[in-house]
T-cell receptor, first 111, second 112 residues
Framework: DQQVKQNSPSLSVQEGRISILNCDYT??????FLWYKKYPAEGPTFLIS?????DKNEDGRFTVFLNKSAKHLSLHIVPSQPGDSAVYFC??????????FGAGTRLTVKP | DTEVTQTPKHLVMGMTNKKSLKCEQH?????MYWYKQKAKKPPELMFV???????INESVPSRFSPECPNSSLLNLHLHALQPEDSALYLC???????????FGNGTRLTVT
């Protein structure tokens, strides 16, 4: 049962434009949401998070939006840079350290 | 450089072998995790240790046996694996709940 879903396996954007990655979840007990970035041959690296009491969190070029009623979150990267090219995983957890991941979206930023 | 160190980076083992994967962190994190990731799939949670006690076991077959000797170390003992167990095994650690996981770079396991 896939509790965290990323329905777009890939996304390609032009350098300088906005990248929007989407994620949906089914478990209403999730209260903490994260985005990870993964390069080949490396483990996932934490990017940004948001708790369920907020609807937006911003860190430099990265902003995460949470819509609890729709059980949807998104990651906006603006402006996108070629170095942002990687696989992005959405993750969510409840109180018990049980963190679940989406299938990932491969972002390609073209120069 | 990752603050979670996993060894070995690569492992090839036969179905009758016994081997162990090792994970170490010195960030003082009290939760440690094993995830399994197959190609083009999300990391799948296997085990969680909280304060050196097993708190989550996601119905993992007994041929995978976790061990947490102390707050800095996490092992995964492997015995009688199947070829379909070939995957990237990721270790992670975190402070208590609602904190990001810090991942190691994984052990790429191939079972022949």
């Amino acid at each position: 049962d896939q509790q965290v879903k990323q329905n777009s396996p890939s996304l390609s954007v032009q350098e300088g434009r906005i990248s929007i990655l989407n994620c949906d979840y089914t478990n209403s007990m999730f209260d903490y949401f994260l985005w990870y970035k993964k390069y080949p041959a490396e483990g996932p690296t934490f990017l940004i998070s948001i708790s369920s009491i907020k609807d937006k969190n911003e860190d430099g070029r990265f902003t995460v939006f949470l819509n609890k009623s729709a059980k949807h979150l998104s990651l906006h990267i603006v402006p996108s840079q070629p170095g942002d090219s990687a696989v992005y995983f959405c993750a969510a957890s409840a109180l018990n350290n049980d963190m679940r991941f989406g299938a990932g979206t491969r972002l390609t930023v073209k120069p | 450089d990752t603050e979670v160190t996993q060894t070995p980076k690569h492992l090839v083992m036969g179905m009758t072998n016994k081997k162990s994967l090792k994970c170490e962190q010195h960030m003082g994190h009290r939760a440690m995790y094993w995830y399994k990731q197959k190609a083009k799939k999300p990391p799948e949670l296997m085990f969680v240790y909280s304060y050196e006690k097993l708190s989550i076991n996601e119905s993992v077959p007994s041929r995978f046996s976790p061990e947490c000797p102390n707050s800095s170390l996490l092992n995964l003992h492997l015995h009688a694996l199947q070829p379909e167990d070939s995957a990237l095994y990721l270790c992670a650690s975190s402070p208590p709940t609602d904190s990001p996981l810090h991942f190691g770079n994984g052990t790429r396991l191939t079972v022949t």
